[in-house]
């Protein structure tokens, strides 16, 4: 088994309830979306970015695709035992679950917990992975700021598989996201057993965040009438100059 992977490096989590925490990240190539904000290079790479020191940026270019034992020694290489977890995100990490049965298993003695950045739109694919993952953070895209197609009943059925597992939701907001498909994520959320929910502001070119404080606030109130926990929490990456 063979995936394509970007990075492989160690950093803090810079989005959503577990900002801060140390992890080492699997970037992997490829998305089944193409959101508007998109700021990830989701094209396979000629070769992997991978960190030889944990925070030292110190990369060696490793030729794709990989396989799972020689992504597992690089892991291995980055020093788990102070990192929170292992984060897996992309592109859409999902899209690799045959890889990911073969890897996680390989990386048990590094006692690392696993997290699962996802789009929340594959739901058959988290079925197949979900015994190996401890942490789900997801997203459910609004198509006002995506400018995607309505992708509820895509989140409806994955949320009702992410509930084995601690899930959060993260939705990115706009100055145009509207208070009609808010209520519709916030329908899924309720009907799923009160999932927690962050608001992500979008972050825009140069580091902006593409909403004012005043409707961030307005759509954090009316989530409130909904839901028990909503955070505001926009990504702290640009901010502290991380990857
Ligand atoms: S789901 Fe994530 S990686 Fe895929 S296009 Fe959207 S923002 Fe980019």
Known sequence: ?????????SSVQGEGPYVGYRQI???????????????????????????????????RFVSNPLT???VARMVETLNPAIHHSLSLTGGEPLLHNEFLLELIPLLRGCRLRIYLETNGTLPQELKRLIH???IIAMDIKLPGTSRLPPLW???RKFLA???QKEVFVKIVVDEKTSFQELDEALRLLKEAGEVPLIIQPV??????????PERMLLLQERALKILPQVRIIPQIHSVLNLL
């Open 25 to 59: 990240f699997l970037r992997f190539a490829g998305c089944n979306l193409t959101c508007a904000y998109c700021d990830t290079l989701i094209e396979p790479a000629p070769a992997c970015r991978c960190e030889l020191t944990p925070g030292k940026k110190d990369f």
């Open 1 to 9: 088994m063979f995936a394509c992977l970007q990075e492989i490096f």
């Open 153 to 155: 009943d895509e989140h």
């Open 161 to 163: 598989a992410a509930r």
């Open 68 to 70: 799972p034992p020689q």
């Open 132 to 134: 190996l993952v401890d």
């Open 203 to 212: 972050t825009l070119a140069g580091g902006k965040l593409g909403i004012g």
